[in-house]
């Protein structure tokens, strides 16, 4: 089963992407913001971009499991963790002309999951 998150939780979502893109000083980017369902159901949220014209979408998932608890905090990661991937887009899109999805994936999450826990630590 689904529920779907709310408009306001979307709007607060949307102010951490921009506070993250911010702090990331991604002013190069043009970042656009979607309130949709997702094909991939577990998902909050996604992001797709382009690094050649930098234009990016990062999209809310309208409906989650029902299961999952979606507080601020949450959507929170979830906001910096998709404006990672715009940080790290023009290093995935070079790492494309060379390997499969399945291999960039992994390493890409490994860098994000390190962003993280230098931010977690570093007071
Ligand atoms: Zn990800």
Not at 45 to 68: F, P
């Amino acid at each position: 089963m689904r529920k779907p998150t709310t408009k306001k939780q979307f709007e607060y979502f949307r102010s951490c992407c921009e506070k993250a893109a911010k702090r990331y000083g991604l002013s190069n980017w043009v970042i656009n913001y979607r309130h949709s369902n997702l094909k991939e159901e577990g998902y909050i949220a996604d992001t797709e971009w382009n690094s050649t014209s930098m234009e990016a979408y990062i999209r809310l998932n309208k409906g989650v499991d029902e299961e999952e608890l979606v507080d601020n905090e949450l959507l929170k990661e979830a906001a910096i963790h998709e404006v990672r991937h715009i940080l790290l887009g023009q290093i995935n899109d070079l790492l494309e002309n060379y390997y499969a999805d399945e291999f960039i994936d992994p390493i890409i999450h490994d860098l994000i999951q390190r962003l993280e826990n230098a931010n977690r630590y570093i007071k």
